[in-house]
C-alpha cells in the first residue's frame, strides 16, 4: 500500500470508531476556528507528512527524529505563547537528544537508504504540525474526546474522496486481513485511543513532561526494525539512538518543562 492508502485507511477506521459515540454523546464542543485547527494539524498535518516519510526513511529515523524533535518543537512553541519555560535540566536533556538525532542522520546517510534526509524533512513536517496541535490544546484547553471527534468525523469525508480519485494507489493488491488490520490498528487505536489519551496528558501535566515521556520509543522501534523489517542500524546508529533516549530521560527525570495551565478563560 502507498502511504495515500494508509492515510485512507486510518481516517476510515477513526470515522467508524469514533461514529456511535458522536450519535450517543452529540457533535464535538468545538467551535469552527479551533475545529479547521485540529483537523489541519493533528488530522491531516501529522500522519499525511508521516506515513510519506517513511517511504523515504528507516524505521529508525522516524522514531528517532519524531520522537526527539516533538519536545523541541513543542518546548519552543511554548515559550512563544508565553505557555512553557525551559530549565537547565531540560535545556541539556533538549541539546542531548538533538546531538543524537544528527548523529543518526550522519551514521546512516548512505547505503540502501541513501538520501533518507528528504524522509528526514517530512518527519520535521509531522512534528511541527504535531507540535502546533499540542500547543493549541494546552492554550484552548481542548477536551481530549471533542478534539478526538472532529479528527474521526471530519477527516474520513474530507481525505477519501480525494485519495479516492486523485491520490496514487496500490490497495487492490493489499489482502482484505492487512487492510483490516490497518484500520483497527491505525483508525481505532493510533489516531482515536492515543490520541485521546494523549490530548488527556497535555491537559494534566502539560506539554513539556507528555511529549518528552517519548524516552523509550527510538530504541524500541530501532530495535523491533532490526528483526521485523531488516533495517540494521551500524554501530554509531545504534549508539545514536540511545543518545537521544538517554536525552529524553535526562528532561522526564527532573519533571523538567512543567507548564502551569493558564486560566480558563469566561
Known amino acids: 500500500m502507498t502511504a495515500w492508502d494508509v492515510a485512507a485507511l486510518r481516517f476510515a477506521g477513526a470515522f467508524l470508531t469514533v461514529l456511535p459515540i458522536a450519535l450517543w454523546r452529540g457533535p464535538p464542543r468545538v467551535g469552527p476556528a479551533k475545529a479547521l485547527a485540529v483537523l489541519v494539524f493533528a488530522g491531516f498535518g501529522f500522519p499525511l507528512a508521516a506515513y510519506a516519510g517513511y517511504q523515504l526513511a528507516p524505521a529508525a529515523h522516524g522514531a528517532t527524529v519524531m520522537a526527539a524533535g516533538l519536545p523541541v518543537a513543542t518546548a519552543l512553541l511554548g515559550l512563544a505563547f508565553g505557555l512553557g519555560r525551559i530549565d537547565g535540566r531540560r535545556a541539556l536533556g533538549l541539546g542531548v ?32 504540525s504535531w507540535s502546533v496541535y499540542t500547543v493549541l490544546v494546552q492554550r484552548w484547553r481542548l477536551a481530549a474526546l471533542d478534539a478526538m471527534l472532529v479528527v474521526g468525523l471530519a477527516a474520513a469525508p474530507v481525505y477519501l474522496p480525494v485519495w479516492w480519485f486523485a491520490l496514487p494507489s496500490t490497495i487492490e493488491q493489499a489482502a482484505p486481513a492487512a487492510m483490516a488490520f490497518q484500520a483497527v490498528f491505525q483508525g481505532a487505536f493510533a489516531a482515536v485511543l492515543a490520541g485521546l489519551l494523549y490530548t488527556t496528558a497535555v491537559t494534566l501535566i502539560g506539554p513539556g513532561p507528555t511529549t518528552m515521556i517519548g524516552a523509550v520509543v527510538p530504541a524500541l522501534s530501532a530495535l523491533a526494525a532490526w528483526p521485523l523489517l531488516g533495517e540494521a542500524l551500524p554501530p554509531l546508529g545504534l549508539v545514536a539512538v540511545l543518545l537521544v533516549s538517554g536525552g529524553m530521560v535526562l528532561g522526564v527525570a527532573g519533571g523538567a518543562g512543567r507548564v502551569d495551565p493558564p486560566e480558563p478563560r469566561s
Open 97 to 128: 537528544v538533538v546531538a543524537g538525532s544528527l548523529l543518526l542522520a550522519a551514521a546512516t546517510a548512505g547505503g540502501a537508504w541513501e538520501g533518507a534526509w528528504r524522509g528526514d524533512l517530512l518527519f520535521l513536517a509531522a512534528v511541527v
